[in-house]
């Protein structure tokens, strides 16, 4: 069974999903697969993931890096969950590339090449946005290309955590 709420952010409105597990779902509303793999049948719960949801989301958008945890269950195929996976290591404020990525993949298979283009599908179907920073991830040339809530957010994100890292900096 899954649970939801919503947080209003100052990109727009955002649904969250949750089951006993953990997080599940944190979509933009309207974004490109929407509530993808959320139950028909759900409700509004409140519930301490989506509190703790919150509090992450209230941090990042105020221009914190979150130093909290959030319980996450990743629903999908094995390659989507190592393509998830790397995506968590990410950090604040950094970027790579859907290549660069591959290329982890390929190593960590023993693989000579891994397609840069299912890693960007596998990228796009990320059920959790922000918490797994899909909005990090760039074309090879450094185009701000493929973010499913919209390529508008994606710029938004990276600039908020430049910012977020500026003052970071100052703060040393």
């Known amino acids: ?19 006993q597990t953990g997080l599940t ?7 490109k697969y929407f509530a993808i793999g959320l139950d028909k049948e759900h ?13 992450w989301l209230d941090l990042y958008f105020s221009g914190v890096k979150p130093e909290i945890p959030v319980p996450l269950h990743l629903i999908g195929t094995d390659f989507q969950k190592q393509v998830w996976e790397i995506l968590l290591t990410i950090p604040y404020g950094k970027t790579t590339t859907y290549g660069e ?5 390929a190593a960590a298979r023993g693989l000579n090449h891994m397609s840069s283009q299912a890693v960007g599908g596998a990228v796009g179907h990320n059920p959790i946005s922000l918490i797994i920073p ?9 185009s701000l290309t493929g973010y499913a809530g919209g390529i508008h957010r994606k710029k938004a994100l990276l600039t908020l955590e430049q910012q977020g890292l500026h003052s970071m900096d100052e703060k040393k």
């Open 1 to 19: 069974m899954h649970y939801i709420s919503h947080y209003l952010s100052p990109l727009g409105e955002i649904l969250l999903a949750a089951d």
């Open 25 to 31: 779902g944190l979509w933009f509303q309207g974004q």
């Open 43 to 55: 409700k509004i719960q409140n519930l301490p993931v989506f509190e703790q949801t919150n509090h």
């Open 101 to 105: 990525i591959a290329g982890k993949l």
């Open 134 to 142: 899909c909005h990090r991830v760039l074309g090879a040339n450094g």
